[in-house]
């Protein structure tokens, strides 16, 4: 079955097999140098309040997202979405987002956190522009050393927040612009490479330049109050603003 065939559906993991398919999943993805989730792990997180979902293509899982509680009530961490190359294309990253604030609402969750690698444009434009998450927090070499697709570059990493009960979900849920083009035209710019893991295989040196250079953007701005509240994709940069447009960071 190939993936033009038939709509992938999206449900919850069962059973040891999945789990150990999620972990193959994320070998395919992220690289066989990448340490995996194990799937004993999910499959207890899962057990004890977590969410791992799949997006299945028959019996083969195509994509995937895991997330667990954190100390916070009413908060989730969201640590792993993941969409095999064959797949791209099908907005799957999307709606496997839109699964989790489904299950994330029935359970009375309305505020979920992630971290990405700021300069990776297509997370961006998925998790900021849109999603309508927002971020005002940096974390430096998050994860120190990393392999796989990761390997050779700072885990720098921007924090996430997804806000399930604002204006900006009901803009997502709408498949609405976050900002309006007089928003967008005002707001502060950083300027993002267009391919960071082009970049990245091609000129080290200059990826790594880009990665100072954001970091140092971003953490001035963020001290200066700002907030990543867009993503212009045409000429790649991050947009800021004072506070963002529902008062929640």
């Given at each position: 079955m190939s993936v033009g065939d038939?709509?992938?559906?999206i449900r919850d993991l069962q059973g040891m097999t999945e789990f150990l398919a999620a972990e193959e999943l994320q070998r395919d993805v992220w690289g066989p140098d990448d340490k995996t989730d194990p799937g004993d792990l999910m499959m207890?997180?899962?057990a004890e309040g977590g969410l791992a979902a799949g997006a299945f293509l028959g019996d083969r899982l195509i994509g995937?997202?895991?997330a667990f509680p954190t100390a916070t009530p009413g908060v989730q961490h969201s640590h792993r979405l993941a969409v095999r190359a064959e797949a791209r294309g099908l907005g799957l990253g999307l709606k496997l987002k839109l699964y989790q604030a489904d299950w994330c609402l029935r359970?009375?969750?309305r505020h979920v956190r992630w971290t990405y690698d700021p300069l990776r444009l297509p997370n961006a434009a998925l998790n900021i522009g849109r999603l309508g998450?927002?971020?005002a927090i940096y974390h430096r070499d998050y994860y120190g050393e990393m392999g796989g697709i990761n390997a050779g570059t700072a885990s720098d990493r921007l924090l996430a927040d997804w806000r399930l009960d604002g204006e900006r979900y009901a803009r997502c849920r709408a498949g609405a612009s976050m900002l309006t083009a007089a928003e967008a035209a005002a707001a502060h710019r950083i300027i993002l490479p267009a391919d960071f893991a082009g970049l990245l295989k091609t000129d080290p040196g200059t990826a790594g330049a880009e990665r100072l250079r954001v970091r140092e953007e971003i953490e001035a701005a963020f001290s200066a109050g700002l907030v990543i509240v867009g993503v212009d994709t045409?000429?790649?940069a991050y947009l800021l603003v004072r506070s963002?447009?529902?008062g929640a960071a």
């Amino acid at each position: 079955m190939s993936v033009g065939d038939t709509q992938p559906v999206i449900r919850d993991l069962q059973g040891m097999t999945e789990f150990l398919a999620a972990e193959e999943l994320q070998r395919d993805v992220w690289g066989p140098d990448d340490k995996t989730d194990p799937g004993d792990l999910m499959m207890v997180i899962q057990a004890e309040g977590g969410l791992a979902a799949g997006a299945f293509l028959g019996d083969r899982l195509i994509g995937y997202v895991f997330a667990f509680p954190t100390a916070t009530p009413g908060v989730q961490h969201s640590h792993r979405l993941a969409v095999r190359a064959e797949a791209r294309g099908l907005g799957l990253g999307l709606k496997l987002k839109l699964y989790q604030a489904d299950w994330c609402l029935r359970r009375g969750i309305r505020h979920v956190r992630w971290t990405y690698d700021p300069l990776r444009l297509p997370n961006a434009a998925l998790n900021i522009g849109r999603l309508g998450a927002t971020a005002a927090i940096y974390h430096r070499d998050y994860y120190g050393e990393m392999g796989g697709i990761n390997a050779g570059t700072a885990s720098d990493r921007l924090l996430a927040d997804w806000r399930l009960d604002g204006e900006r979900y009901a803009r997502c849920r709408a498949g609405a612009s976050m900002l309006t083009a007089a928003e967008a035209a005002a707001a502060h710019r950083i300027i993002l490479p267009a391919d960071f893991a082009g970049l990245l295989k091609t000129d080290p040196g200059t990826a790594g330049a880009e990665r100072l250079r954001v970091r140092e953007e971003i953490e001035a701005a963020f001290s200066a109050g700002l907030v990543i509240v867009g993503v212009d994709t045409r000429e790649p940069a991050y947009l800021l603003v004072r506070s963002p447009t529902d008062g929640a960071a």
